[in-house]
């Protein structure tokens, strides 16, 4: 046989066999199987997006397939969408999928409709496939966390992990656990186990990062983020949780960019609509933002954040009614949220119910240190009552120059917990925090004490315990300890709560040089904060970097605005100091026209007049004015006794900087006694 006719015979073979390679995957094609083997691959890879599509195409193909259906309800399980799930289980069983291999993959999908009951009794049943024990102990486990039952739930995940000591989900689940209680350095500890195990899996890596942003902050979270998305770029809980942390430290359009990818994987998330109406909201655009709202549909309604926003978006409008409705269930959920609680006594006082708006702010106006915009509202709403005299007092302590340190909320509850029975297990922090901080509410700092050193001992792990410690400490002026206290709880969760906390405690405790330490590493890691800034711009002016204070105090104002009459003030103060006379004018006129009672705010506007040059009487009066109203406040009577000396009242002089130069430990001593000398 020639060569050029074997050739011949070998070309028509293999157009025969590929014709019938062509044929068959046609006929797979056709059937579904193909599109049925790729999902089921991209379902093994843990990528359950194209595995839906692959098995919508192998559904379509061979709608009878009960293996075709099952799997399609296991990646919509991946992809939170339990009703399609069950849809998807109960058409398998009706084509033939026995109920028990369907079992486990039921009750995740119930789970995720929020059925916890039923997911429950599909776990349990009793015929539960040996192999698909594990994967139910797991879902049992997540099934009594939604129910509050944790006792069932730890042991539950005991016994998995004792018999499956590697399996990578059950850490993860035991992490969140340990979260929910309070428990973060036990959570820590299982999400590392869950790294180790699983470099690459990236709901361990999640876990990990949403730990690290409280342990550290928002910038020590961010890698652990990146990781995550290396892993699963596709992972909608992962996006959801790193634009969140990007809007926190103050990175709009990185936020702006993750929520767009979000919406291009789910068009309907509402986390991803609501993120972009908060940032519409703060950039001023209320239309926006409520539009931005509006294609939540509703389904996070039942959230602080919100009810926060509808909130303020009413109040923008001037629809006080509208206000109220959104912000009384917020308030009466979280009875410690301040700003809620101030926004909605500001929607009572719009609409008139002045006695509501009283009730409302009565727990604020009774700690030490409300502000004085509180102060000044609670009285302006006593006023409408009739209340001249608690109208007074509550305007005379809004222009006290000096704020009391913080302490808890003291209401009718916390009088009754204080006088009731101590709850019978010391460990439990959700029974003894109440507790302590009612017992601290009514003075019993001995017994605060007492049972807040129990709680930490208990709760090595849980900051929330060791920062009640730190309050009880605090209250019996033992700032040093209580800083440690606190510095225990920072070691775990190092959030704002904690922060404030320990610069409070370590200036109570004469270490300044600490406090600052924890103002710049707080700010490393959440630069947008707007509490700290102000802290941060406190030490910069003490510290005279007045450069510095200034574009700390320009960064809080575009964050708050223009009607935080102490924050103008301050504005007023570093902008004379860097020599910018005509905004120094701006920002003091302002403070005062907001707050023309405060005795600080009178005193740096008639300050700024006398470093500018302003020529007349007004300087001097405004700073006669603020001594009158804080007689013995040094500052004050400094600044009063260079206006006099200014303005050749040398008598008057005299005797306002030696009030000045006879407090002791005033900062600005020596330069009272330098203008006494140059008289």
């Known amino acids: 046989?020639?060569?050029?006719?074997?050739?011949?015979?070998?070309?028509?073979?293999?157009?025969?066999?590929?014709?019938?390679?062509?044929?068959?995957?046609?006929?797979?094609?056709?059937?579904g199987s193909a599109a049925l083997a790729r999902g089921l691959t991209a379902l093994d890879k843990g990528d359950a997006r194209t595995a839906r599509v692959e098995l919508m195409n192998a559904i379509k193909a061979d709608p009878r397939s009960a293996v075709a259906r099952a799997a399609q309800a296991r990646a919509l399980v991946e992809l939170g969408d339990g009703a399609g799930a069950?849809?998807?289980?109960?058409?398998?069983?009706?084509?033939?999928?026995?109920?028990?291999?369907?079992?486990?993959?039921?009750?995740?999908?119930?789970?995720?409709?929020?059925?916890?009951?039923?997911?429950l009794r599909e776990a349990r049943a009793p015929d539960v496939p040996a192999a698909q024990s594990l994967a139910a102990a797991r879902t049992i486990a997540r099934a009594a966390m939604a129910q509050g039952d944790?006792?069932?739930?730890?042991?539950?995940?005991?016994?998995?992990?004792?018999?499956?000591?590697?399996?990578?989900?059950?850490?993860?689940?035991?992490?969140?656990?340990?979260?929910?209680?309070?428990?973060?350095?036990?959570?820590?500890?299982?999400?590392?186990?869950?790294?180790?195990?699983?470099?690459?899996?990236?709901?361990?890596?999640?876990?990990?990062?949403?730990?690290?942003?409280?342990?550290?902050?928002?910038?020590?979270?961010?890698?652990?983020?990146?990781?995550?998305?290396?892993?699963?770029p596709e992972s909608v809980p992962t996006l959801e949780q790193y634009a969140a942390t990007l809007a926190d430290a103050g990175e709009a359009g990185a936020m702006l960019s993750l929520t767009r990818r979000i919406l291009a994987l789910e068009p309907d998330n509402p986390r991803a609509?609501?993120?972009?109406?908060?940032?519409?909201?703060?950039?001023?655009?209320?239309?926006?933002?409520?539009?931005?709202?509006?294609?939540?549909?509703?389904?996070?309604?039942?959230?602080?954040?919100?009810?926060?926003?509808?909130?303020?978006?009413?109040?923008?409008?001037?629809?006080?009614?509208?206000?109220?409705?959104?912000?009384?269930?917020?308030?009466?959920?979280?009875?410690?949220?301040?700003?809620?609680?101030?926004?909605?006594?500001?929607?009572?006082?719009?609409?008139?119910?002045?006695?509501?708006?009283?009730?409302?702010?009565?727990?604020?106006?009774a700690q030490r240190d409300a502000d004085p915009y509180v102060l000044t509202l609670a009285g302006r709403v006593q006023e409408a009552l009739g209340?001249?005299?608690?109208?007074?007092?509550?305007?005379?302590?809004?222009?006290?120059?000096?704020?009391a340190s913080a302490d808890p909320f003291a209401g009718p509850r916390d009088r009754q917990l204080a006088d009731g029975p101590a709850p019978a297990n010391t460990g439990t922090a959700r029974d003894n925090i109440p507790y302590i901080r009612a017992l601290l509410s009514t003075n019993r700092i001995d017994a605060a004490l007492e049972r807040a050193r129990l709680l930490s001992r208990a709760n090595a792990g849980a900051p929330d315990a060791w920062i009640a410690l730190g309050d009880t400490l605090g209250e019996a002026g033992r700032a040093g300890e209580a800083a440690r206290a606190y510095e225990s709880a920072a070691n775990i969760r190092f959030d704002r709560a904690v922060a404030l906390r320990l610069v409070a405690a370590w200036n109570r405790a004469d270490d300044p040089a600490r406090a600052t330490q924890i103002v710049q590493l707080f700010l490393t890691q959440n630069p947008a904060d707007s509490a700290m800034r102000r802290l941060a711009a406190a030490v910069a002016m003490n510290a005279r970097d007045w450069r510095g204070a200034r574009r700390m105090l320009q960064a809080v104002r575009t964050q708050l605005g223009d009607n935080d009459a102490l924050l103008m003030a301050d504005l007023a103060r570093a902008a004379v100091e860097t020599g910018d006379r005509a905004a120094a004018r701006a920002y003091a006129a302002h403070a005062y026209r907001l707050m023309p009672a405060n005795p600080m705010i009178a005193d740096i506007y008639g300050w700024t007049l006398l470093q500018t040059g302003e020529k007349g009487?007004?300087?001097?009066?405004?700073?006669?004015?603020?001594?009158?109203?804080?007689?013995?406040?040094?500052?004050?009577?400094?600044?009063?006794?260079?206006?006099?000396?200014?303005?050749?009242?040398?008598?008057?002089?005299?005797?306002?900087?030696?009030?000045?130069?006879?407090?002791?430990?005033?900062?600005?001593?020596?330069?009272?006694?330098?203008?006494?000398?140059?008289?």
């Open 1 to 31: 046989m020639s060569r050029a006719r074997i050739v011949l015979i070998v070309a028509i073979l293999s157009l025969l066999l590929g014709a019938a390679a062509l044929w068959q995957w046609r006929a797979h094609e056709r059937d």
């Open 86 to 119: 069950q849809a998807e289980i109960e058409r398998a069983r009706k084509l033939g999928a026995a109920a028990a291999e369907t079992r486990e993959l039921m009750a995740q999908a119930l789970l995720l409709q929020g059925e916890a009951d039923a997911a």
């Open 150 to 232: 944790v006792g069932t739930a730890q042991s539950v995940l005991a016994r998995a992990l004792d018999g499956s000591p590697n399996d990578v989900e059950s850490w993860v689940i035991l992490g969140r656990l340990r979260l929910t209680t309070g428990d973060q350095a036990g959570a820590i500890g299982a999400a590392d186990r869950a790294v180790a195990l699983a470099p690459t899996n990236g709901k361990a890596l999640t876990l990990r990062a949403e730990l690290t942003r409280g342990q550290y902050g928002l910038t020590a979270s961010r890698p652990w983020f990146e990781r995550a998305l290396a892993a699963n």
């Open 273 to 365: 609509w609501m993120m972009q109406a908060v940032m519409a909201a703060r950039a001023g655009k209320a239309d926006l933002a409520r539009a931005l709202l509006a294609r939540t549909q509703g389904r996070l309604d039942g959230e602080p954040a919100t009810m926060l926003v509808r909130g303020v978006l009413h109040l923008q409008e001037g629809n006080a009614v509208l206000a109220a409705e959104a912000l009384a269930p917020l308030v009466a959920m979280q009875p410690d949220n301040r700003p809620g609680r101030v926004l909605l006594a500001r929607a009572y006082q719009m609409g008139g119910d002045m006695q509501a708006a009283a009730m409302t702010l009565a727990p604020i106006v």
């Open 387 to 403: 209340n001249r005299a608690m109208a007074a007092d509550m305007l005379a302590r809004a222009a006290w120059p000096v704020r």
């Open 617 to 679: 009487p007004a300087a001097v009066d405004l700073l006669e004015k603020a001594v009158a109203r804080a007689p013995g406040h040094p500052m004050l009577n400094l600044h009063l006794g260079q206006a006099y000396a200014a303005a050749g009242r040398k008598n008057e002089a005299k005797l306002a900087l030696g009030r000045a130069v006879a407090v002791r430990n005033f900062a600005g001593r020596q330069d009272a006694v330098n203008a006494l000398a140059a008289l």
